[in-house]
C-alpha cells in the first residue's frame, strides 16, 4: 500500500489552548481519531485515519432549513507536555496540516470545488476519512512517565474549523499516546572503558589501635534495563577483630522538583544548574544477603572477599533527564553491617531505560532504522553501511565487543600468525597428508588418528597456557572488570602481569619445539608397519658410521 505522504512541521508558536481546552464539539460534526499503533517510536511515524461525519453523513428534509456550513483547515497535532503540580509546559510541538489553500478537501465534503474566500470551504452532508502522518524525530524526549506528583504525556490532537453565518467554531478531539526515544543500540549496553567505582573505608578505634574496614562496590556499565537485573560487585577488606554480617543493596529513586526557570544562553540551557525545590525519595527495591544464607559466611576479622550481587528493579521505572519542572534519577546504595558502631554505605548511580527503547517494536523498525541511518549521514540503509540497525542488535553489541576486547588481549595478532606459521609447516601435518593419498591400510589410518589426536593436544595446551595470561593465581576479575588484590601479602609469589606472559610464551614455545622435533623424528621413521624403534636404529646406525670411519 502507497504510504501516505509527510508535511510535519514544528509550530513556533506553542498551542497551549490544545492544553486548556482538549475537546470540543459541534452538533452538526462528529470528529474521530483512529490510530495504527498502541507505541510509537522516536525516529517512526504517527499514522493514522481523522473520521468526519457532517450532518449525519446524508441530506435529509430538515436540510434546507439549515443554516450554509463552510470548512476551513483541518490539523493534527502532537504535544509532548510536561506537568508538575497543576502547572503544565509543551517541550515538543509538531503538526501536520490535513486541509490547506493547496490541499482543499476531498469532493464528497465539499460543494464546490474553489473555496469560497479566505480559505473556506462549503461542505454537504458526508462521511469521509482523512488519513494523516507525522514524522517523529529520534530524539523525542523524555519518554512517557506518570507518579502522583509529576507526569510525561504525549497528546495527540486533531482540531477542525467551520463557519456557520460568519461565525468561527471549531471541533477538537485529543486522546494520550505513548512515545519512546530510541537509544544508540551500539551504546546503550556496551560496558564502559572503566568500571563505575564508588568506595568508602571505616576507622574502628580498639585498645588505642584504628582498625580499617573497607568497602568498595563498582557497575561494568551505567545503564541498565527495567525488569531486568542489575548486578554489582561488591569488595570488602575486614582489618578489624569483628565480623561482617550482611550485605543489603537498595535501589533508590530521588525526583526532584523546580519552580525557576533554568537559566540559559544563546546555545543551551543550564538545567542542570538550579537549585531544587524539593527532593522526594523513595525506595523502590532491595536485596539482602546474609551470613549463613546462600552459602555465605561472612566476612571474617584479617579478611578480605569480593562477590557479585544482583538487584532487580520493577519494570515501571524509567529515568527521566530534568525538564522544565522535574527531573528523575535512581542510584544504587550498598549497606554493609556488622558489630559496629555505624553501617559503611556507598553509593552509585545507574540509569534506567524502557526495555522498547532498544526492542524496536516491529511496526517501527524499518522506520526507526531509516531516521537512524539519516541521522548518523547515510542516505539509506543499504548492506554496505556500518550502522544497519536489526532488532535485538542492543543486546549483542556487548558480548561482540567483549570478545574482541578479550581476543585483543590474550591473543595478539603476532602470536596469532607465529602459531599458524608453525602449524602450516609442521612435519606431522605434510605426513598425515601423504598417508592419506598413499593409503597404507589400516595402520596408516591408526598413526594419522595417533597424530590427529596429538595435534588436538597440542593446540588445546596452547590455549590453556595463553588463557593464563589475562588472570593470575591470586587476581580476581567480575563482571564489572574490578580486580582486587591482597596488598599485605609480600611473599616472593606475586603475581606481576608485566612479566608473566612473556615468561608464558617463552614456555609454550619451548614446549612445541619439543614436540616439533620429537614428530619430526618419527614422520622420518614411519612405514606401513607402524613406528620403529628409533634410538636402537640410531645406535645401530653410529656404531656403523664409526666402522666404516676405521
Not at 67 to 82: A, F, H, Q, W
Not at 302 to 308: F, H, L, S, W, Y
Not at 413 to 434: A, T
Not at 531 to 544: G, K, L, P, Q, T
Request: net charge positive; charged share 25%; aromatic share 6%.
Amino acid at each position: 500500500m502507497r504510504r501516505i505522504p509527510s508535511r510535519t512541521f514544528v509550530r513556533s508558536v506553542k498551542p497551549t489552548d490544545i492544553l486548556d481546552v482538549p475537546k470540543l464539539s459541534h452538533p452538526r460534526v462528529s470528529l474521530d481519531m483512529r490510530i495504527a499503533a498502541p507505541l510509537f517510536m522516536g525516529g517512526g511515524t504517527v499514522e493514522g485515519q481523522v473520521l468526519i461525519v457532517i450532518d449525519g453523513g446524508k441530506a435529509s428534509s430538515r436540510q434546507a432549513s439549515r443554516p450554509t456550513m463552510s470548512i476551513g483547515r483541518i490539523s493534527v497535532d502532537v504535544l509532548g507536555v510536561e506537568i508538575s503540580q497543576g502547572k503544565q509546559s509543551i517541550f515538543r510541538s509538531l503538526a501536520n496540516e490535513l486541509i490547506d489553500e493547496a490541499h482543499p478537501p476531498p469532493y464528497p465534503m465539499v460543494a464546490a470545488s474553489r473555496a469560497i474566500w479566505d480559505a473556506f470551504w462549503e461542505v454537504a452532508p458526508s462521511t469521509s476519512t482523512l488519513p494523516f502522518r507525522l514524522d517523529l524525530p529520534v530524539y523525542m524526549g523524555p519518554p512517557t512517565y506518570d507518579s502522583k506528583h509529576a507526569h510525561i504525556k504525549y497528546i495527540l490532537c486533531t482540531t477542525l474549523a467551520i463557519r456557520i453565518s460568519g461565525k468561527h467554531h471549531y471541533v477538537r478531539q485529543s486522546q494520550e499516546i505513548a512515545i519512546l526515544t530510541v537509544h544508540d543500540p551500539e551504546k546503550a549496553l556496551v560496558n564502559l572503558p572503566n568500571a563505575l567505582i564508588a568506595g568508602d573505608e571505616l576507622c574502628v578505634s580498639r585498645s588505642g589501635v584504628n582498625e580499617v574496614v573497607k568497602l568498595t562496590a563498582g557497575v561494568h556499565r551505567q545503564t541498565w534495563v527495567a525488569g531486568m537485573a542489575m548486578f554489582v560487585d561488591v569488595h570488602i577488606s575486614n582489618s578489624s577483630q569483628k565480623t561482617v554480617k550482611k550485605i543489603e543493596l537498595q535501589l533508590e529513586k530521588v525526583t526532584t522538583f523546580y519552580d525557576h526557570a533554568a537559566a540559559a544562553t544563546n546555545a543551551e540551557a543550564a538545567t542542570h544548574l538550579r537549585l531544587p525545590d524539593r527532593t522526594e525519595k523513595i525506595l523502590v527495591a532491595t536485596s539482602c544477603v546474609k551470613k549463613a544464607r546462600r552459602g555465605w559466611q561472612g566476612v571474617s576479622p584479617q579478611c578480605q572477599d569480593m562477590m557479585t550481587c544482583y538487584l532487580k528493579p520493577p519494570s515501571c521505572l524509567v529515568t527521566i533527564d530534568i525538564g522544565r519542572f522535574f527531573g528523575v534519577r535512581f542510584f544504587v546504595t550498598v549497606i554493609i553491617s556488622g558489630s559496629f558502631s555505624k553501617n559503611l554505605k556507598v553509593q552509585i548511580p545507574v540509569t534506567i531505560i524502557h526495555p522498547n527503547s532498544l526492542d524496536i517494536v516491529p511496526n517501527s523498525l524499518a522506520q526507526v532504522a531509516a531516521a537512524i541511518e539519516h541521522k548518523r549521514g547515510h542516505r539509506s540503509p543499504g548492506k554496505t553501511s556500518p550502522y544497519r540497525y536489526n532488532q535485538g542488535r542492543a543486546f549483542t553489541a556487548a558480548r561482540r565487543q567483549s570478545y574482541e576486547q578479550i581476543g585483543s588481549k590474550t591473543s595478539p595478532p603476532e602470536d596469532m600468525e607465529d602459531l599458524r606459521r608453525e602449524l602450516d609447516g609442521s612435519p606431522r601435518k605434510m605426513c598425515r597428508q601423504r598417508s592419506a593419498r598413499a593409503s597404507h591400510g589400516l595402520a596408516g589410518s591408526q598413526e594419522s588418528n595417533r597424530l590427529t589426536e596429538e595435534d588436538s593436544h597440542t593446540v588445546r595446551l596452547r590455549k590453556t597456557r595463553s588463557s593464563l595470561e589475562s588472570r593470575g593465581p591470586r587476581l580476581q576479575r567480575s563482571t564489572s572488570g574490578l580486580m582486587f588484590d591482597d596488598p599485605s601479602s609480600d611473599d616472593g609469589d606475586s603475581f606481576d602481569m608485566s612479566f608473566r606472559p612473556r615468561s608464558v610464551r617463552s614456555k609454550v614455545e619451548g614446549q612445541i619445539q619439543r614436540e616439533l622435533s620429537l614428530a619430526r623424528k618419527r614422520s622420518k621413521t614411519m612405514d606401513s608397519q607402524g613406528w620403529r624403534n628409533i634410538a636402537a636404529e640410531e645406535a645401530e646406525r653410529s656404531r656403523s658410521e664409526g666402522t666404516a670411519w676405521v
